[in-house]
């Protein structure tokens, strides 16, 4: 369980520093035009962070599948509300919140049918 607990907290960071990379450009002035900065300052980390990430669930499912699910689905956890926070974009449309439900469906597969 423990493999699974830290899965899922390295893949929020992996998703929060992804976010950074990739939206930083469009919430924060400094970011415009510094494509290899982001890159190397969020990039790397996120790599090194998905990395262990995906170690930690394949340990936990033994499946490969399963880690890219869990991964896939995380990724709804972070994404509405660091763009919410950071960039005020909204949360609760109709769209947002059915693919959001629908990625905790798949998130709930994944951890509980064995």
Same mark, same amino acid.
């Given at each position: 369980?423990?493999?699974?607990?830290?899965?899922?907290?390295?893949?929020?960071?992996?998703?929060?520093?992804?976010?950074? *990379?990739? #939206?930083? *450009?469009?919430?924060?002035?400094?970011?415009?035009?510094?494509?290899?900065?982001?890159? $190397?300052?969020?990039?790397?980390?996120?790599?090194?962070?998905?990395? +262990?990430?995906? #170690? +930690?669930? +394949?340990?936990?499912?033994?499946?490969?599948? #399963?880690?890219?699910?869990?991964?896939?689905?995380?990724?709804?956890?972070?994404?509405?509300?660091?763009?919410?926070?950071?960039?005020?974009?909204? $949360?609760?449309?109709?769209? #947002?919140? $059915?693919?959001?439900?629908?990625?905790?469906?798949?998130?709930?597969? *994944?951890?509980?049918?064995?």
């Amino acid at each position: 369980m423990i493999s699974l607990i830290l899965a899922i907290l390295l893949t929020l960071a992996g998703h929060i520093l992804t976010w950074f *990379q990739s #939206n930083s *450009q469009f919430t924060w002035k400094f970011w415009e035009g510094k494509p290899l900065l982001a890159a $190397v300052a969020f990039g790397l980390p996120s790599s090194i962070v998905f990395w +262990y990430a995906a #170690n +930690y669930s +394949y340990k936990y499912f033994g499946a490969l599948w #399963n880690t890219r699910f869990l991964m896939f689905g995380l990724s709804y956890v972070t994404f509405p509300l660091m763009t919410y926070m950071f960039a005020g974009e909204p $949360v609760f449309t109709a769209k #947002n919140l $059915v693919c959001t439900a629908l990625s905790f469906a798949i998130l709930l597969i *994944q951890i509980f049918w064995k």
